[in-house]
C-alpha cells in the first residue's frame, strides 16, 4: 500500500466509523504511529479531518455529510446539555422553528409540553416525536424533497412555506460554524432552507457542540452576528467563546 492509498483508506474509515485512533491505524495498516499522525497532519490542512488527542475525525465536505443515524452515536451527554439548555430559551415565543439534526430534535424533546406551541420543522423525525409526545404543540412541517441523510425536507417547496412566516424563535444547526465564514453546511438545498429561517425569525439561537466551531464547509448560511445565541458545550474553551461573543451573539457553555 503506498502512501496515498494509504492516506484514502484512512479518510475512508473515519467518515465510515466517524472517528479513527492512531494506535489502531497504525496496527491495522503495519505502520509507526508517527506515519499516521503525519497522514492525519496532511488531511487536516486539507480539510478532510480534524485531529484529537491520539486520532481524528472527518470534517464534512460537499461530497461527504455525516448521516442522521451517525449523529446519534457521538457526543450524546455534551448534546443532551446543549439541548436542555436551548430549550430553556423558549420564553414567551409563541412560534418556534426546529431544524433538522439531532440536536435540534433533542431540543425539541426538551420543549414545554404545559403550554400552547406551534413548531415549524424541516425534520420528518422531530415532526412525528412532537406530534405524539403533545396535544398542546401545533405541529407545521415543511413540504419539499426529502433528504436520505436526514430525513429533512429542502428545495422550494420548503423555502416558499417559510417565506409567508414571521417566527418568533429559532433553533439553527449547521455543519460548521466560525469566525471568518460564518454558519455553513454542505448542501445548497438545505443552506437555502436555513438562510430562508434566518430572514423569517425574530430571534435565532445557534445550538450545537465545540467541534462545529473553526470548521467551515461548503454553503455559507448565515453569518455569526445574525444570531442571539450560540448555545454549546464546555470544551470551546473560553476565550475563544469570548471572540465569538464579540461578534455579537451571547454565548453559553454548558
Given at each position: 500500500?503506498n ?17 479513527v ?21 496532511l ?32 457526543q ?12 430553556e ?47 398542546s404543540?401545533t ?12 430525513l ?6 420548503a423555502?416558499?412555506?417559510?417565506a ?31 438562510s ?7 430571534r ?5 457542540v ?22 454549546t ?19 453559553l457553555?454548558?
Amino acid at each position: 500500500m503506498n502512501t496515498e492509498e494509504r492516506r484514502h483508506r484512512i479518510l475512508s474509515q473515519a467518515r465510515r466509523d466517524g472517528a479513527v485512533d492512531v494506535a489502531k491505524l497504525a496496527a491495522d495498516l503495519a505502520v509507526a504511529p508517527e506515519t499516521i499522525r503525519r497522514d492525519l497532519r496532511l488531511l487536516e490542512k486539507h480539510g478532510l479531518v480534524r485531529r484529537t488527542h491520539g486520532g481524528a475525525y472527518p470534517v464534512e465536505t460537499a461530497r461527504f455529510e455525516t448521516t442522521l443515524a451517525m449523529r446519534t452515536t457521538r457526543q450524546v451527554p455534551e448534546k443532551r446539555r446543549i439541548a436542555a439548555a436551548a430549550a430553556e430559551l423558549v420564553g414567551d415565543a409563541e412560534t418556534v422553528f426546529i431544524d433538522e439534526g439531532f440536536t435540534p430534535q433533542l431540543i425539541a424533546e426538551a420543549l414545554p409540553i404545559d403550554r400552547s406551541l406551534t413548531v415549524v420543522t424541516a425534520s420528518l423525525s422531530t415532526a412525528a416525536m412532537l406530534s405524539a409526545a403533545s396535544t398542546s404543540t401545533t405541529v407545521l412541517l415543511l413540504g419539499g424533497r426529502v433528504r436520505g441523510r436526514t430525513l429533512a425536507t429542502v428545495d422550494h417547496w420548503a423555502t416558499r412555506m417559510l417565506a409567508g412566516f414571521v417566527i418568533d424563535l429559532a433553533f439553527v444547526g449547521a455543519n460548521g460554524i466560525s469566525r471568518e465564514h460564518g454558519l455553513t453546511t454542505p448542501d445548497p438545498a438545505v443552506a437555502d432552507v436555513k438562510s430562508q429561517v434566518v430572514k423569517v425569525a425574530r430571534r435565532r439561537v445557534f445550538a450545537g457542540v465545540h467541534t462545529k466551531f473553526g470548521v467551515s464547509t461548503f454553503c455559507r448560511f448565515a453569518e455569526v452576528a445574525d444570531f442571539d445565541t450560540i448555545v454549546t458545550d464546555t470544551a470551546l474553551p473560553t476565550l475563544e467563546a469570548h471572540r465569538y461573543s464579540l461578534l455579537g451573539p451571547q454565548v453559553l457553555r454548558v
